[in-house]
């Protein structure tokens, strides 16, 4: 093992095997500029997108009872799919720049979308949860999803602007921690408890990279999230119920039905539209579990497909943050694109049986209209950054 410099201590660190492995990957991830990421990642979506519509064609045939309406739900998915990509294209041509100077009136907007999913007359209540706003006649949204993505550039902004100062825990990360503690309390109450663990995870995450002292965070990690998990596990009765059936002391038919429709698929799949689970009636099969579906419809193909199409947005959002030389740009990046990698790696443990389940749903594939839209901007602004670094690297300074 290596040894480099180090300013604390003795003057010398041990390099693990970790770090080494971790600094070689960083150095094979370096591209010249953000373009080329941005546009095969662009890419990526853009299949992603196209497998969820087939999928969710393929969906709808056993869901309807003729031709018409089979075809209005069609019509319905393709509105909701061209509207994504326009999200996306609208919030790269914006990117995180045109954002940030609105962030104080967007954090104060999002907070009210928050608390009205709790009144009777915008709240819509689903399944016990209050979760959706009501903005016109059957047509919801879900405000946690567009909280994630305010509170990252919020964070971003903070810690660009904060510099040396969030090295000190109580005028640096303190106020930040109790701001994400509070969107936190909002959506976990709703109840929400593993969309508000994927915001806190989010959150954090960005503060770390952006320079906030690990112990620090750690600290919060144990704090908040450890004991948001407990306490959700021993006091609230359907988290607790979900915990029962991820240990096997429950049995719940969704559940063991999604994972069964994966083995049912064996190599190559039952075939579009074809598979004892996917004709059961089993609900959310398109949304919460439709990685599931995919995996009894076209096999360990399809399932494959998925997998390597998820591991390549990783891998080019990797590559599109290393190319960015703006602080704000690139921790802009970073989390926004974190929280749709970790989104949908939730989604396919809880379909695989290797997570407590939890309604999330898989990026850019299942059905629902916020997520879909929700994922499309924050991939967007994170290409923004590509798009507004390339056409001004030579003619305004980077920021520290």
Known sequence: MARSRNPTADGLHQTTFFELQTQRVLSVAQAPN?????AKLFGVVLALMGIGMVIQASHAASTTNSFAEWFDLIKEHLIFR????????????????????????LMVLVTI?????YTDTFGAKLNGANRWVKLLPGLTFQPSELARIVLVLWIADRCVRLGDQLLDFRTGLLPMLLVVGGFFGLVAAETDLGGSLLLFICALATMWVGGGKVAHLAISVISVGGGAIVLGATMIPYIRGRVDMF?????????????????????????????????????????????SQIGEELGLFGT???????????????????????????LVAFGLLMSVSVQAMIHVQVNAGLAPPKGMTLPFISDGGT?????????GLALGASRQLSSSN???PTEA
């Not at 979308?113 to 999913?117: E, G, I, T």
């Not at 429950?250 to 689970?277: C, K, R, T, W």
């Not at 997520?371 to 991939?379: E, F, M, T, W, Y």
């Open 304 to 330: 494959s497909l998925v997998i390597l199409l998820l591991i390549s947005f990783l891998w080019f959002s990797l590559r599109l943050v290393l190319s960015i030389r703006n602080r704000f740009e690139a």
């Open 34 to 38: 953000p373009v080329m990421p941005a």
């Open 113 to 117: 979308a928050l608390m009205l999913v």
């Open 247 to 291: 240990r096997g002391g429950v049995i719940n038919e969704q559940v063991e039905s999604s994972m069964h429709a994966i083995q049912y698929g064996g190599l190559d799949g039952m075939g579009i539209g074809q598979g004892h689970v996917r004709t059961s009636g089993i609900p959310y099969l398109n949304s919460d579990y439709v990685f």
């Open 82 to 105: 061209m509207g994504g990509i326009a999200a996306l294209i609208g919030a790269y041509r914006i990117g995180p720049r045109g954002v940030r100077r609105y962030l104080p009136v």
């Open 394 to 396: 030579n003619s305004h």
């Open 371 to 379: 997520s879909l839209i929700v994922s499309s901007i924050a991939v």
